[in-house]
């Protein structure tokens, strides 16, 4: 029974995911309004576009920068330390800051296709790549537009896949006006806070379930609950 509760839940946590990235991809793609007026953008991933979006290299839009070693490690829960993230996410602190403000972070080399959202000061190490936006450009927006990257088209077929900075920057995109950028972050912000919220209460149940299925063994094994009389379907 419980078994088949779980596995329900971890399903329909999968289905909202999957739910999720395709409202992201709708809107970075196709923006909020679905009565504008489309036109081709020859791009293959991306397809129509609102008529009067721009298309354009990301690199008119962000300068991708190269992450560094640190020169100072400090304990990972030091409060007053700057954080530090590698291509995997956060997982160190140092004194000094390579960057503050809004940034989008993406892997170099390791884990690809995954990128974050900072706004505040922070370090990343070489196999992180960081931003550094232009006029005109939302830091939020591109953030999403990432999320929805087709990273297979750029990555190196080697031992150890990687992503080339410069194969992002020259990729073409359809890039709204910057007020619309900012309306579509904002919309996925919030689309965002709904669904996380319900990962988490579902990630709760799981969790609780799991406790009680193994409070429920002990009780068992331990011969504190007698079995005899249940009958098993």
């Given at each position: ?93 140092t004194s000094q800051m390579l960057f503050e ?23 990343t190490v070489d196999t992180m790549y960081y ?45 709204p006006p910057l007020k619309e950028q900012v ?51």
């Open positions: 029974m419980f078994e088949s509760i779980i596995k329900n839940k971890e399903k329909l946590i999968d289905l909202l995911k999957e739910q999720r990235q395709s409202i992201i991809t709708e809107s970075v793609k196709k923006g909020l309004n679905s009565n504008v007026k489309m036109r081709d953008s020859d791009i293959d991933w991306i397809g129509e576009i609102p008529k009067h979006w721009e298309t354009k290299r990301l690199k008119y839009c962000f300068k991708v920068m190269n992450g560094k070693e640190i020169e100072i490690e400090l304990d990972i829960n030091d409060k007053l330390g700057i954080n530090v993230y590698g291509s995997g996410g956060l997982f160190k602190k403000g809004e940034s989008v972070l993406f892997g170099r080399k390791g884990t690809i296709g995954k990128p974050l959202y900072v706004n505040d000061s922070f370090w931003t550094k936006f232009y006029k005109d450009s939302h830091p939020k927006w591109f953030f999403y537009l990432l999320l929805v990257y087709p990273w297979d088209m750029i990555i190196t077929k080697t031992a150890l896949p990687s992503v080339v900075g410069s194969d992002v920057a020259n990729t073409v995109c359809a890039v309306a579509i972050a904002k919309y996925l912000t919030l689309k965002d806070d709904e669904y996380f919220n319900l990962f988490n209460n579902i990630n709760s149940q799981i969790k609780k379930l799991k406790e009680y299925r193994q409070a429920l063994i002990y009780e068992a094994v331990t011969g504190k609950i007698d079995l005899c009389d249940i009958e098993l379907d």
